[in-house]
């Protein structure tokens, strides 16, 4: 634990690098849970903890992603105090985005690497009216994506839980409007499902259109599977975030991370 906003699933004081993950519209630390045992222990795993899911299940939704992201940038100053990597899945990436360009502010470092998955850049997308639609819309949405069991939708309980803070993300993404500001300097990775309808269609821009938000390089990885590939895919999804770091810092800790 570390606070509200951030989860630490395991403390690890030898760790040379913190992983920071933003989750996805409706997401919470629990989605990136299995990352923490597929890590060595030089890795150290941190996870934002959205308000309205979760532990947090009883707390308003937060009013835009630049307040979610101050918040986060707040939460994590005492933490990022080593050579980091952020991932963002989804509405994750601009969590994460916001989340970087108040701890700009701020004075902390950028992270090594930047990792986005699963979303076009900032400003493309922007708009839409899911988050007015009714339960039988939101429903439709979610398994356009992929990525929800259907026992969770069929259940009445689950579903009304899921579908109130899907509604509630979906307002933050479909309001947001980015903030101008000087592109980054770190890499970004950029990673996506073959099948994700929100990756389908041209690339005019180059990594579906990160290359204008960084001075550094961006480079492109996709996997089979449509918007969560992630699940499926996520021994390979860890491994590529640990290719980038130092040889000396990618010993496996579980021998599953590498099982056919």
Do not use: K
Request: aromatic letters at 8%.
């Amino acid at each position: 634990m570390t606070g509200s906003w951030v989860r630490r699933f395991r403390e690890r004081p030898a760790a040379a690098v913190r992983l920071v993950c933003f989750p996805h519209a409706g997401g919470g630390p629990s989605s990136f849970r299995a990352w923490d045992t597929l890590l060595p222990d030089s890795v150290e795993l941190l996870v934002a903890g959205y308000p309205g899911r979760e532990d947090r299940f009883g707390e308003p939704a937060a009013g835009s992603l630049d307040e979610m992201g101050q918040a986060l940038a707040e939460a994590l100053v005492p933490v990022l105090d080593r050579p980091w990597i952020a991932f963002g899945h989804s509405m994750g990436t601009i969590v994460a985005c916001e989340t970087l360009r108040h701890l700009r502010e701020l004075g902390v470092p950028e992270p090594t690497w930047l990792y986005l998955s699963g979303r076009r850049s900032l400003d493309r997308g922007l708009g839409g009216a899911v988050h007015r639609q009714d339960e039988n819309g939101l429903r439709g949405e979610l398994e356009r994506l992929g990525g929800t069991p259907p026992e969770v939708l069929d259940d009445p309980v689950l579903r009304a839980a899921v579908l109130n803070s899907v509604r509630e993300d979906y307002r933050l993404v479909e309001t947001y409007r980015p903030t101008p500001v000087p592109p980054l300097d770190c890499p970004i990775r950029v990673l996506g499902g073959t099948d994700d309808p929100e990756l389908q269609g041209p690339d005019d821009d180059g990594a579906f259109g990160w290359t204008r938000f960084t001075t550094g390089p961006v480079s492109t990885r996709m996997f089979p599977g449509d918007h969560f590939y992630l699940v499926p895919r996520r021994r390979d999804v860890v491994n590529d975030v640990l290719s980038v770091l130092d040889p000396a810092l990618r010993s496996l800790r579980s021998a599953w991370l590498d099982a056919p």
